[in-house]
């Protein structure tokens, strides 16, 4: 079993900044990917910004350039830098990772998720 545990979400103004990071524990062999995805009320699940474990990444168009992921493969850990938040970047963010387990096999996981809420 993986666990991942979420933390850094809150209440900002438009135009300010937030942290989030997202711990990996369990019985992990190997992490492939981790990333952040985001929910909006009432719209789908949607990717936000994902990480390789060769340093590779990807954004959404709409964070591009606002928004920054990063790892610590030492500890399991992801990170997303936001700033410049505005108010359609509220959501519940939620950590996602994917590898191999030493004893179920594939990790496909998720965290909680934390909730981003930006004012105007």
């Known amino acids: 079993q993986v666990r991942l545990v979420e933390s850094g979400g809150g209440l900002v103004q438009a135009g300010g900044s937030l942290r989030l990071s997202c711990a990996a524990s369990g019985s992990i062999f190997r992490i492939d990917a981790m990333g952040w995805y985001r929910q909006a009320p009432g719209k789908e699940r949607a990717l936000v910004a994902v990480?390789?474990?060769?340093?590779?990444?990807n954004y959404a168009d709409s964070v591009k350039g606002r928004f920054t992921i990063s790892r610590d493969s030492a500890k399991n850990t992801v990170y997303l830098q936001m700033i410049s938040l505005k108010p359609e970047d509220t959501a519940v963010y939620y950590c996602?990772?994917?590898?191999?387990?030493?004893?179920?096999?594939?990790?496909?996981?998720w965290g909680q998720g934390t909730q981003v809420t930006v004012s105007s």
């Open positions: 996602h990772a994917e590898g191999l387990s030493l004893i179920t096999g594939s990790i496909d996981s």
């Open positions: 990480i390789t474990s060769g340093g590779v990444t």
